[in-house]
């Protein structure tokens, strides 16, 4: 890691105005980590917003500016905080290792700690694709369930030597090992040591994805990762001072333009899909509700969330996340033969995250559903004029149809498609994808979505 040997080297604490805690004894004598009473001033509530996070004399701290001439721009939030071996953000929270505990800060209101498991060995901390993953000296494991008594409940997923640093970014698990940048491949049992050289990484004791790039904290100072991968050395540039850190995290701030996937930690760029318009193989999609019904006599209301496989039983496909996650994201391939300008060409599918393809439930209660094979896709339109273009339509048969549905309303006539609305019921998940019924098959109120490709 590069440094400025004329750079002059202070503790933390000691050159930040107004912001120094001392140690307190009393947590150390009773052998806890973490003041687990501590009380939250109004700044202290917002540890877990968006930003660059570290831990140095004791005392967690959130950087200001950052960049050359940004100097020392930390600020105090949370004294107290012993023996802390590795630290991540996840799912808006801030988790801790210490003294083989597992800590989570209980809320911002309170500002108290609570233990949620054990964690014995720990070197560091990282959230990725949707859960904790912890090193220890020689070994990668995966969190299960977290919260008071669910024990050590850790999952060995491969082998990590000698880690300081860990953190998700681009979607993918970053480590720092031996003075170098390691990059996972293949994640779970039996996947062994499955790292690869990324770079160099000098003395690091901290590492955290943040507004688009990875920040490490080395030699007193904060440093900004260029370029990644095999041959790009210590391609890294100053960006602040940092002392006497010990570790680091972030909730990550996208650049401009562009949207951070919640789980994955990674930063993508939304383009509007218009309709008429092809996709190339293996393009990723992203639909957007804008309004839901709430009953059966058209009550309705702002339903700005994201359309995704559910959390609770990986299979329906409902609309609950405001923030765009790893769930909401398809793999789409498009049908347009010959250019056909009509019949809500291109049709498409949708390969969900877990796997299937999303279609309707064929069992009369208006769901959708990402458990099917590629032949009974579902076969969704993207409307053939402006006024179509934001609708969410569903082809009457599957993709393993389409040339037949094609051919027969080419030579037939008696083209149809069905447009899907939500209705919620009052509830807070999609009950039902709607639409008006045989002849016109129109939408309801409901039934615009905005389309996303997604980068």
């Not at 600020?75 to 929270?93: F, I, N, P, S």
């Not at 347009?336 to 291109?346: E, F, K, N």
């Not at 039902?432 to 309801?444: A, D, E, I």
Request: proline share 4%; net charge negative.
């Amino acid at each position: 890691m590069k440094q400025n040997s004329s750079r002059r080297v202070f503790p933390l604490a000691i050159s930040l105005l107004g912001a120094v805690f001392a140690p307190l004894g009393c947590a150390a004598d009773d052998g806890a980590p973490l003041d687990l009473e501590e009380e939250v001033s109004e700044a202290q509530q917002e540890l877990v917003s968006l930003g660059l996070f570290v831990i140095s004399n004791n005392t967690i701290w959130k950087r200001g500016a950052i960049g050359p001439g940004t100097g020392n721009d930390w600020t105090g939030l949370v004294a107290d905080v012993y023996g802390v071996t590795g630290m991540a953000v996840h799912e808006g929270e801030l988790y801790v290792i210490a003294s083989n505990y597992l800590y989570k800060r209980e809320s911002l209101s309170s500002g108290s700690w609570v233990v949620v498991g054990e964690a014995y060995g720990g070197t560091a901390l990282a959230s990725f694709d949707g859960s904790l993953y912890m090193t220890t000296s020689n070994g990668l494991f995966l969190r299960g369930a977290t919260g008071p008594g669910t024990g050590n409940d850790w999952t060995y997923v491969g082998e990590a030597y000698a880690v300081t640093a860990m953190a998700a970014y681009n979607g993918s698990l970053y480590a720092v090992s031996n003075d170098a940048l390691w990059k996972r491949g293949a994640i779970g049992p039996g996947t062994g040591n499955d790292w690869s050289y990324a770079g160099d990484a000098y003395a690091v004791t901290g590492m955290g994805n943040y507004n688009g790039s990875l920040y490490v904290a080395s030699n007193s100072a904060l440093w900004k990762r260029g370029a990644i991968g095999p041959g790009t050395g210590s391609d890294w540039s100053y960006a602040g001072d940092a002392y006497g850190v010990t570790s680091m995290a972030a909730t990550p701030k996208c650049p401009s333009g562009q949207t951070l996937v919640s789980d994955l930690l990674t930063c993508v760029t939304l383009t509007p899909w218009a309709n008429q318009t092809e996709l190339p193989a293996g393009s990723k999609i992203a639909i957007r509700l804008r309004r839901v019904m709430t009953n059966y006599y058209g009550g309705s209301e702002v339903w700005t969330k994201w359309i995704g496989v559910s959390a609770s039983d990986n299979q329906t496909i409902d609309a609950v996340d405001v923030d765009l996650t790893s769930r909401n994201i398809f793999t789409a391939t498009t049908y347009r033969p010959g250019g056909q300008p009509y019949y809500d060409l291109p049709w498409y599918n949708m390969l969900a995250s877990n796997g299937n393809y999303v279609g309707g439930s064929n069992d009369g209660t208006g769901r959708l559903l990402a458990s099917h094979d590629l032949a009974n896709a579902g076969m969704f339109g993207r409307g053939w004029n402006s006024s179509q273009a934001s609708e969410f339509m569903l082809e009457p048969y599957p993709w393993g149809q389409r040339d037949a549905w094609l051919n027969r309303v080419k030579t037939q006539g008696g083209y149809y498609e069905l447009c899907l609305s939500p209705f919620t019921l009052g509830t807070a998940h999609i009950t039902q994808w709607l639409n008006g019924g045989y002849p016109n098959y129109g939408c309801y109120v409901s039934g615009d979505v905005d389309y996303f490709v997604v980068n």
